[in-house]
């Protein structure tokens, strides 16, 4: 079979590879971060990245309803 024109398995393979390696998307670390990361500005002036808002406040009121049913079953037989 002639094989002029065509690569083979191998150079294909290698090129997806180098592909999926660069792009942030299929890096399941960088993409978690960058999901929890804040829309409008994700870096701060120091460089480090800052957490959604939102993700922050969802997490406060979460504990304060944890702690509410902790004293109200737990602390509130007095």
């Known amino acids: 079979m002639n094989t002029h024109g065509y690569i ?3 150079d ?3 090129a997806l ?3 999926y390696r660069n792009d942030s998307e299929s890096n399941l670390q960088t993409a978690i971060l ?3 990361s804040d829309e409008l500005k994700p ?3 120091r460089g ?3 957490l959604n808002p939102q993700l ?3 997490f406060l009121l979460l504990c304060a309803l944890a702690g509410v049913f902790v004293h109200f079953s737990v602390g509130g037989h007095r």
């Open 34 to 36: 960058e999901s929890l």
């Open 56 to 58: 922050v406040l969802s």
């Open 12 to 14: 294909a393979r290698e």
């Open 8 to 10: 083979s398995v191998e």
């Open 43 to 45: 870096i701060d002036a």
């Open 17 to 19: 590879q180098q592909v």
């Open 48 to 50: 480090r990245r800052r």
